[in-house]
């Protein structure tokens, strides 16, 4: 879900914290040891949301219903003022918990690179458990630049955008653009019919705000590069010519007056802007304040407009996605057994089916919208099912322990600049450039 705030822990202190507590679980010392005779004692964050945790506490209590020297305490984890800044103060004072969920692939770059988490595909069975989840291309774009996985992804929003399909009726279409061509003809269309509407209303592409970046820039700039690395390791690896695309793309959207950038209460809803960037989480709310937004009647989903002469159908997009990690201040026993437990939950897609009925977050799996378990909700719920087809084509945030700062760059040197019209694509694309190698040597 959307991050709103964000804590920068200093990483000489994090790391400081790791040398001082981290290697004790690797030779089984005192911290992290929380054993009674041949039971394993594992501490479980799940993440601060009450239906995660109803989640995970019910998977708890059935595993040690077969695993009697197993014991697994589900809790929150703490939350002030954010979750990163939770888990980076438990691993400064020695608290870690042996496992947790809710980590984006960006700050676990951050706990990568202290040496706070274990890599996954270090436990014996790791193969197997992609296997039987069925995630392998999923997982894929989660590999570190070390060549590591940290982090077992849970579920994956494939960020789709919404279209008002009466609003585009009306104009004489009955599906969304697909290209940028196509979207500034829908945009011509729209300002000669209704001058006061816009194509997307989007406060935040004026502002610098770090994650919003994932739900404009990255968006269409995965479209764009069919998926490209936008950093590999510390080297930026972006494709330029798709970058410059993306940026004139914006820059198009301005100049023709198609984006509104003031703050407005619900514009999607109440037609002020036909287009939107949209997560799952949205259609809850939706139920209970908007119930006349009615998949096919108010509203169509698509994957992200690509330049043209591309073929849309290979169109990425980001990937709103988190997962679970091991902390290296475990002991070793402590790892196994979490990983035990991971392998047992995701070796039944009955408990992804029961994760989706009880969250809303799609499974990151590569068949979910053929796998026969998740058949029947998919009809009951037809607005997620394009989310489920999309969850292979979803690229998650970099995995770079400074994404923060990187982010902040993309949106002040370049996507904030030319939305305003004080820089030219090339410029600016020239200027994040520059900016963004600085922070990286």
Known sequence: MKKRKWFKLASLLLAAAVIGTGCQGQTGNEQGQKKEGSTV???FWAAPNPTQ?????????????????VKIKVSPMPESPSSEAGIQSAIAAGNAPVISENISRGFAAQLADSRAIVPLDQFEGFDDLIDKRQMKSTISTWKFADGHQYVLPIYSNAMLFGWRIDILKELGYNAPPKTYSEVMEVGKKLKEKYPNKFLWARADLVKPTWWARWFDFFMIYNAASSGAHFIDGNKLS???????????FFADLSKNKLVLTKETKDPFESGVSVMSDLGPWTFPYWAEKFPEMKFNEKYVLSMPPV??????????????????????????????????????VYSDPQNDLEWLKETNLPPARDDLSTNKAFVSYFE??????????NIPNAIPPMDNAKMVELQELIGKEALNPVVKGEKTPEKAWEDMEKAINGVLK
């Open 41 to 43: 004692q594992i501490d």
């Open 53 to 69: 945790q109803a989640f995970w506490k019910k998977m708890a209590d059935r595993y040690m219903k077969e695993h009697q020297n």
């Open 238 to 248: 972006a494709d330029r010519d798709a970058g410059v695309k993306t940026l004139q």
């Open 307 to 344: 330049p043209d002469g591309m073929d849309p159908s290979q169109a990425k997009t980001f990937a709103d996605t988190k997962g679970l990690v091991i902390y290296a201040s475990a002991t070793k026993e402590q790892q196994q057994a979490a990983f035990d437990f991971v392998k047992w």
């Open 380 to 389: 009951e719920h037809p607005q997620l099912k394009l989310y489920a087809e």
